[in-house]
């Protein structure tokens, strides 16, 4: 199950330009240095995360398969279809873009 720390942190992401400059500006060679990078930024904003459970986020989002905490929202059928927010969408694309093979 993905922590609500994680996705505060995409909320926080989508919102703040200055939290997104400072993840495109991660440089690493290898998944496992990025994502440390990825950690501390984090908890520079306040986010206590690990690494896997990024991963695992971004696994989710990516494979288009409902979390369990995804379920939870569309409970009996409330809203139909589930639809990732923007701020699913810019976590993916922050990550994608600095962590090499997630």
Known sequence: MTTQAVRRFAQCLAKDSTLRSKLQAVRANDKDAALAQVVRIAAEAGFTLRADELEKRFDELVSGELASDDLDHV????????QHNQSDFEFVKALAKVVPDI
């Open 75 to 82: 409970a009996g059928g409330a809203r139909g279809i589930y």
